[in-house]
């Protein structure tokens, strides 16, 4: 019964807007409050606030918060370390936003009436960068006579 009364306490911490109370948001990801005020002190979280100075999570916060996790619990990662890759993060959206205005830049000026050519070429560029995962094969070790016999 108590698990029925957590979940509708923070139903009702939700407000209308989409913002969680440090609470609510602890219970969610099992941690203590003050490990979310940890996180806010080194920068890593950054929640609004109400009129009433009350922290106040939005779902992109619960999303960040939910990285910084993974990356200290299953990844050993450390809180210097967590906010380097979270800044590299940061830093390839706005590459790739930026590489997506220059192409959307490139389409309009170069390749007006051909635009089915660009998305073809653009299709081939994305293809190059997966690279496909094959099957391990197995490698038989070589004694040292076959070596040698090789070498002659």
Same mark, same amino acid.
């Given at each position: 019964?108590?698990?029925?009364?957590?979940?509708?306490?923070?139903?009702?911490?939700?407000?209308?807007?989409?913002?969680?109370?440090?609470?609510?948001?602890?219970?969610?990801?099992?941690?203590?409050?003050?490990?979310?005020?940890?996180?806010?002190?080194?920068?890593?979280?950054?929640?609004?606030?109400?009129?009433?100075?009350?922290?106040?999570?939005?779902?992109?916060?619960?999303?960040?918060?939910?990285?910084?996790?993974?990356?200290? $619990?299953?990844?050993?990662?450390?809180?210097?370390? #967590?906010? *380097?890759?979270?800044? +590299? =993060?940061?830093?390839?959206?706005?590459? !790739?936003?930026?590489?997506?205005?220059?192409?959307?830049?490139?389409?309009?000026?170069?390749?007006?009436?051909?635009?089915?050519?660009?998305?073809?070429? $653009?299709?081939?560029?994305?293809?190059?960068?997966? #690279?496909? *995962?094959?099957?391990? +094969? =197995?490698?038989?070790?070589?004694?040292? !006579?076959?070596?040698?016999?090789?070498?002659?």
């Amino acid at each position: 019964m108590p698990r029925k009364k957590r979940r509708s306490e923070e139903a009702t911490q939700k407000s209308s807007c989409g913002y969680y109370h440090i609470s609510a948001v602890a219970r969610m990801f099992n941690i203590h409050p003050q490990t979310l005020r940890l996180y806010e002190r080194e920068g890593l979280l950054k929640p609004s606030r109400s009129e009433g100075n009350t922290r106040l999570y939005t779902d992109e916060d619960l999303e960040r918060l939910s990285v910084i996790l993974n990356l200290i $619990r299953d990844l050993g990662v450390n809180l210097a370390g #967590v906010e *380097v890759i979270l800044n +590299m =993060r940061e830093r390839m959206k706005e590459m !790739e936003k930026q590489v997506n205005e220059l192409l959307d830049y490139i389409k309009s000026e170069f390749f007006q009436g051909r635009e089915e050519e660009f998305e073809i070429r $653009r299709r081939s560029m994305r293809s190059i960068v997966p #690279v496909s *995962v094959s099957k391990p +094969m =197995r490698v038989e070790p070589v004694s040292k !006579e076959e070596s040698d016999k090789e070498k002659d």
